[in-house]
């Protein structure tokens, strides 16, 4: 074996693939500050990393984190470009780095080791000390790892308190949280909401007021109407990504009507979807073609 010249094209390999990662990261930027990602039929940047890029989700989050960070503070970009710190060491100082001290922190990503720079960064960002983690630990059964103000486990404590006085017993810390987010969802959950509301019987009364619509001059879309998209959607975004799976989001989700009320569509079940904020914005884009939509989503711009 020859190892000198495996050793030489390792050096060659790791030069590409640095040079290759800080084009990447400029790429990014531009696309996310274009929007490029819903041209291209992805509603956010990190769906555009995973999904059309096919990038692991720690990989997209640190290349996002530094790509966003490098528009307040250039010179993050260009300290990856000239090889002084790689990306992880440029993602780790993204919490404390800015403008006034960025001389500083890319200082100690260069010359100091993870421990002495986790160190650093914790001093400086208490916050950072622990990082939020969900680890599964079985098929059923995950970890969870976040760190919280002191006051919020005060709260918590008090929970337990009322919850072990109720079941007249000691409760743990997850039946305590499983108890808050239970509670929560029940009142707060529009599908659970919908749920309940599609069992009971239907009150005539029209002129109940309606939520906060999305196209606001229109007449309100019945609230039983909506109820029942809520539930068929499962509050889920039901766009496609171009890679043919349904948008993953349940945040920031707007009701569309397919066929636009202005051109005589109804407030039908039929007529109406489910979608994210993003993909919902793109399908008022106005070079979108006018057609009713196919539940696929389509370029709308090249
Ligand atoms: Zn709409
Ligand atoms: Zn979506």
């Known amino acids: 074996m020859d190892f000198e010249r495996l050793h030489q094209r390792a050096i060659e390999c ?22 490029g990602f819903r ?3 992805y509603a956010s940047l990190f769906e555009y990393s995973t999904k059309a890029l096919g990038l692991s ?25 000239e090889g002084l710190i790689n990306t992880s060491q440029a993602r780790r100082i993204t919490s404390v780095i800015t403008p006034e001290n960025q001389a500083e922190w890319i200082g ?22 622990v990082k939020e983690m969900i680890k599964p630990v079985s098929p059923q059964r995950m970890k969870l790892v976040c760190g919280i103000p002191e006051k919020l ?29 239970s509670f929560y969802l029940e009142r707060q959950d529009p599908v659970k909401k919908a749920q309940r509301a599609l069992t009971k019987p239907t009150l005539s009364s029209p002129s109940r007021r309606e939520d ?5 001059r229109q007449t309100p ?19 496609q990504t171009p890679d043919g799976k349904r948008c993953e989001q349940k945040r920031w989700i707007e009701i569309h009507h397919l066929h636009p009320v202005a051109q005589g569509g109804g407030h039908t079940t039929d007529n ?13 884009e106005p070079n979108r073609l006018s057609q009713p939509f196919s539940r696929r989503m389509e370029a709308p711009c090249k």
């Open 14 to 35: 790791v030069q590409q693939f640095k040079s290759a990662e800080s084009e990447l990261i400029s790429i990014l930027q531009q696309i996310d500050r274009g929007k």
């Open 39 to 41: 041209c291209l039929g």
């Open 57 to 81: 989700e720690s990989h997209s989050y640190a290349l996002i984190t530094v790509c966003r960070k490098s528009n307040q503070v250039p010179q993050l970009k260009k300290a990856i470009e």
């Open 108 to 129: 100690k990503a260069a010359s100091l080791n993870q421990k002495q720079l986790e160190r650093e960064i914790i001093q400086s960002n208490p916050k950072e000390a």
């Open 153 to 181: 486990m005060q709260d918590i404590e008090r929970v337990k308190d009322l919850e072990s006085q109720k079941k007249r017993k000691a409760v743990t810390l997850e039946e305590t949280l499983q108890e808050l987010v």
């Open 212 to 216: 906060k619509q999305d196209h606001p």
């Open 221 to 239: 879309i019945p609230t039983r109407i909506k109820q029942e998209v809520t539930t068929r959607d499962q509050g889920q975004c039901t766009a």
């Open 272 to 284: 109406l979807a489910t979608l994210c904020h993003h993909h919902h914005k793109l399908m008022h």
